[in-house]
């Protein structure tokens, strides 16, 4: 099942920009994980916010949670080509992670 | 550390034919995930596994689907018999603590 919903679904902008994704889920969570998929490769995480964290930083990367509207942000800044992937967000289930279906950004040079 | 490592990268396969997926996690992470990877349906959990038990199956499609792990190093996935809707990309992934690290995946056609 999925819990987490990522939006938009694609993003497309210019490189330098600045680009912001969006992810909600549905039940208590103890943390939310971001992971970035490169065409034909497996997922690398990215960053962690746990449930009692606001905002972390890591980068370029800037993640904010808001657990009373049960969704996060995750903020690319100075976007490079490089950052072109997928980008999922995922949550706990005891031992299990929940996913969503990701957006795709494509980041024009 | 080489990370997870996945065979094959690609498999491409008659209708009803038994297909075997491998994984070897990394080293000194004791939680195993199968995952599959479909345009429609996103990344859907199969099964997973805690210090080499299986732990929760209920993601596994139908009978044709079983997972193995019979070492700490070492973990299976196989479909018998295959079909063409079987056709996704398989991961595996380990675990160690709250992070997931996945293997490059396994892109299966049945035609």
């Known amino acids: 099942s999925q819990q987490g919903e990522e939006d938009p679904q694609a993003l497309s902008i210019q490189e330098g920009e600045n680009a912001t994704m969006n992810c909600s889920y549905k039940t208590s969570i103890n943390n939310l994980q971001w992971y970035r998929q490169n065409s034909g490769r497996g997922l690398v995480h990215l960053i962690l916010?746990?449930?009692n964290e606001r905002e972390k930083h890591s980068g370029r990367l800037r993640v904010t949670l808001d657990t009373s509207k049960k969704s996060s942000s995750l903020l690319i800044t100075a976007s490079r080509a490089a950052d072109t992937a997928s980008y999922f967000c995922?949550?706990?289930?005891?031992?299990?992670?929940?996913w969503g279906l990701g957006t795709s950004l494509a980041v024009n040079p | 550390d080489a990370g997870v490592i996945q065979s094959p990268r690609h498999e491409v396969t008659e209708m009803g034919q038994e297909v075997t997926l491998r994984c070897k996690p990394i080293s000194g992470h004791n939680s195993l995930f199968w995952y599959r990877q479909t345009m429609m349906r996103g990344l859907e959990l199969l099964i997973y596994?805690?210090?080499?038990?299986?732990?929760?199956d209920s993601g596994m499609p139908e009978d044709r689907f079983s997972a193995k792990m019979p070492n700490a190093s070492f973990s299976t996935l196989k479909i018998q018999p295959s079909e063409p809707r079987d056709s996704a990309v398989y991961f595996c992934?380990?675990?160690?603590?709250?992070?997931?690290?996945f293997g490059q995946g396994t892109r299966l056609t049945v035609v």
């Open positions: 995922a949550t706990d289930e005891g031992r299990k992670l929940i």
């Open positions: 916010i746990r449930s």
């Open positions: 596994f805690n210090n080499n038990v299986p732990i929760d």
């Open positions: 992934a380990s675990v160690r603590g709250t992070e997931a690290f």
